[in-house]
């Protein structure tokens, strides 16, 4: 399990360009499952089983990135964010740009210590201070190297293991739900009605991808499984996020657009608790899931969101425990064995 969560945190994938992720999965999910297509827009979705119920579990293929927006004259290229990010950790970063003759590395500079004037050191940096370096000299070694103005940029990082079961990546939202999704195809036998297991696009720019997804398979029930917000670090107050990492998934009741239909919450409570599968109950102010849209799509599909709970989520450093990644595949299986019984 680990070491395909390092090929999919090693894979570059921004909102728009999802393409080395659904490969993955593509490969991966292939030899378990009836089919998979393509859609118009990019979502993979792959079918097993037959009949009713249909059960559709849905993780997003994006991570939030940057676009290049301006070259300047002396070689440095300005750039735009794409999804949530927290400007102040941008500078330092390492990044990859997509241009036309493939990728490019680059960093994201800030000025040292040394030479700044006093407090400036105290104030984040605004965006528009910031810059990215890939070595030119001018504008047009920018050019030759093939990048232009719209190329995507990703953030670079791998996977690393912590003490124990505990690991730290770029990209776990969503890569570990990406994970999920694999791993409940390969570990699914028996069980009654079609389960779509479907990596969508463009979530993180506003959950674009399971509209067109979940509209043409029309299920049943949806699940999304994502990533959700640890709330164990100093810092976070527990009656704010009282969610811990390794305290097993969570299942969102409520986000800043939705609450979770009460037939999946029974669906999953009880399929939790008799399988002895820990689970956590999220009620979140802010933050939304695929599955906050899937209940507005046709006449409404009944829908809810497993979510690993991931520290430090949308920066280059999540952490996760891989035994909580574990518990939401378990968790995942045995939901779709038992969704006859509640759809
Ligand atoms: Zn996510």
């Given at each position: 399990?680990?070491?395909?969560?390092?090929?999919?945190?090693?894979?570059?994938?921004?909102?728009?360009?999802?393409?080395?992720?659904?490969?993955?999965?593509?490969?991966?999910?292939?030899?378990?499952?009836?089919?998979?297509?393509?859609?118009?827009?990019?979502?993979?979705?792959?079918?097993?089983?037959?009949?009713?119920?249909?059960?559709?579990?849905?993780?997003?293929?994006?991570?939030?990135?940057?676009?290049?927006?301006?070259?300047?004259?002396?070689?440095?290229?300005?750039?735009?964010?794409?999804?949530?990010?927290?400007?102040?950790?941008?500078?330092?970063?390492?990044?990859?740009?997509?241009?036309?003759?493939?990728?490019?590395?680059?960093?994201?500079?800030?000025?040292?210590?040394?030479?700044?004037?006093?407090?400036?050191?105290?104030?984040?940096?605004?965006?528009?201070?910031?810059?990215?370096?890939?070595?030119?000299?001018?504008?047009?070694?920018?050019?030759?190297?093939?990048?232009?103005?719209?190329?995507?940029?990703?953030?670079?990082?791998?996977?690393?293991?912590?003490?124990?079961?505990?690991?730290?990546?770029?990209?776990?939202?969503?890569?570990?739900?990406?994970?999920?999704?694999?791993?409940?195809?390969?570990?699914?036998?028996?069980?009654?009605?079609?389960?779509?297991?479907?990596?969508?696009?463009?979530?993180?720019?506003?959950?674009?991808?399971?509209?067109?997804?979940?509209?043409?398979?029309?299920?049943?029930?949806?699940?999304?499984?994502?990533?959700?917000?640890?709330?164990?670090?100093?810092?976070?107050?527990?009656?704010?996020?009282?969610i811990k990492m390794s305290d097993g998934p969570a299942l969102?009741?409520?986000?800043?657009?939705?609450?979770?239909?009460?037939?999946?919450?029974?669906?999953?409570?009880?399929?939790a608790e008799?399988n002895k599968i820990k689970l956590q109950f999220?009620?979140?102010?802010?933050?939304?899931?695929?599955?906050?849209?899937?209940?507005?799509?046709?006449?409404?599909?009944?829908?809810?969101?497993?979510?690993v709970p991931?520290?430090?989520?949308?920066?280059?450093?999540?952490?996760?425990d891989?035994k909580t990644?574990e518990d939401c595949?378990k968790l995942?299986?045995?939901?779709?064995?038992?969704?006859?019984?509640?759809?």
């Amino acid at each position: 399990m680990k070491e395909l969560l390092k090929k999919l945190v090693e894979a570059d994938s921004i909102s728009g360009y999802e393409d080395n992720i659904r490969n993955i999965i593509h490969k991966e999910i292939k030899p378990h499952v009836n089919d998979v297509k393509i859609d118009k827009v990019g979502n993979l979705i792959a079918r097993k089983g037959n009949g009713s119920p249909k059960i559709m579990l849905a993780a997003h293929m994006d991570t939030i990135g940057l676009i290049v927006k301006y070259i300047s004259k002396e070689g440095f290229i300005s750039f735009e964010k794409i999804g949530g990010w927290d400007e102040r950790i941008l500078p330092t970063l390492k990044v990859k740009i997509h241009g036309e003759k493939g990728s490019v590395f680059g960093v994201i500079g800030s000025k040292p210590p040394h030479i700044q004037e006093k407090d400036e050191g105290k104030k984040p940096f605004k965006m528009k201070e910031l810059f990215i370096d890939v070595g030119a000299s001018n504008e047009d070694d920018v050019k030759k190297a093939g990048i232009g103005i719209g190329d995507f940029i990703t953030v670079h990082g791998t996977l690393e293991n912590l003490i124990g079961s505990k690991v730290t990546g770029q990209g776990f939202d969503n890569r570990i739900g990406c994970l999920s999704l694999i791993e409940i195809a390969k570990s699914l036998k028996k069980f009654k009605g079609t389960v779509y297991l479907v990596g969508t696009v463009k979530e993180e720019i506003g959950l674009i991808g399971v509209r067109g997804s979940a509209f043409s398979i029309n299920p049943d029930a949806m699940l999304a499984i994502d990533t959700g917000i640890a709330g164990d670090v100093p810092g976070i107050n527990e009656t704010e996020v009282p969610i811990k990492m390794s305290d097993g998934p969570a299942l969102d009741i409520k986000d800043a657009m939705s609450v979770i239909h009460p037939q999946v919450k029974k669906w999953v409570k009880e399929t939790a608790e008799k399988n002895k599968i820990k689970l956590q109950f999220d009620v979140m102010s802010g933050g939304a899931t695929d599955a906050s849209v899937a209940s507005i799509i046709r006449e409404g599909i009944p829908s809810g969101a497993l979510t690993v709970p991931v520290r430090y989520i949308h920066t280059p450093v999540e952490v996760a425990d891989i035994k909580t990644i574990e518990d939401c595949v378990k968790l995942g299986v045995k939901l779709v064995e038992s969704a006859g019984k509640y759809f």
